[in-house]
T-cell receptor, first 115, second 110 residues
Framework: EAGVAQSPRYKIIEKRQSVAFWCNPI?????LYWYQQILGQGPKLLIQ????????DSQLPKDRFSAERLKGVDSTLKIQPAKLEDSAVYLC?????????????FGPGTRLTVT | DAKTTQPPSMDCAEGRAANLPCNHS???????VYWYRQIHSQGPQYIIH???NNETNEMASLIITEDRKSSTLILPHATLRDTAVYYC???????????FGQGTILTVHP
């Protein structure tokens, strides 16, 4: 079974530039998550999709971050414009549908450095 | 989601059991206890979860106290590859939302 794919793996941009990350979840997984992990901290949930609808985006800085999941499969997370404090690893995770599915499967992450 | 408390770091000798504690005194009756781990430069990996009963799988055992205020993750025979940050998470009731804390850095040494 193929895992969660993310690209790019690394990205370096200057502040005020824009950046986009891509995630391809495990086939058939209805729920998709984006997390932000700042160095030395645990991952923090940014947004959660159920199919192509947003379930929770309470911690997404909506003035600069946006995310979409067209057709309920792939997802993109965009930052525009980036700030220095956005330097972090951005993790995508997916989970099968159904209340009995507890495990989240994480991708390798995209390491963003904002200079 | 319940707030959890874990020691910041622990050491374990290779081949010995690693016992990682977690306090979750505010966990509600329908919230699960999850354990994930994160090896350096990788995404977190699910280990095990439980509600009330002790659980065991091919990776680890989870012991939950009767009052559900604390739990212990047991890696029965730790290897160097088990060196990672281990996260104890209370929650999972709302579409599987997980709130990660700081975790415990487990270092397995030869």
């Amino acid at each position: 079974e193929a895992g969660v794919a993310q690209s790019p793996r690394y990205k370096i941009i200057e502040k005020r530039q824009s950046v986009a990350f891509w995630c391809n979840p495990i086939s058939g997984h209805a729920t998709l998550y984006w997390y932000q992990q700042i160095l030395g901290q645990g991952p923090k949930l940014l947004i959660q999709f159920q199919n192509n609808g947003v379930v929770d985006d309470s911690q997404l800085p909506k003035d600069r971050f946006s995310a979409e999941r067209l057709k309920g499969v792939d997802s993109t997370l965009k930052i525009q414009p980036a700030k220095l404090e956005d330097s972090a690893v951005y993790l995508c995770a997916s989970r099968p549908a159904g209340a009995a599915s507890y495990e989240q499967y994480f991708g390798p992450g995209t390491r963003l450095t904002v200079t | 989601d319940a707030k959890t408390t874990q020691p910041p770091s622990m050491d374990c000798a290779e081949g010995r059991a690693a016992n990682l504690p977690c306090n979750h005194s505010t966990i509600s009756g329908n919230e699960y206890v999850y354990w994930y781990r994160q090896i350096h430069s990788q995404g977190p990996q699910y280990i095990i979860h439980g509600l009330k009963n002790n659980e065991t799988n091919e990776m680890a055992s989870l012991i939950i106290t009767e009052d559900r205020k604390s739990s212990t993750l047991i890696l029965p025979h730790a290897t160097l590859r088990d060196t990672a940050v281990y996260y104890c998470i209370g929650g999972g009731t709302s579409y599987g939302k997980l709130t990660f804390g700081q975790g415990t850095i487990l270092t397995v040494h030869p």
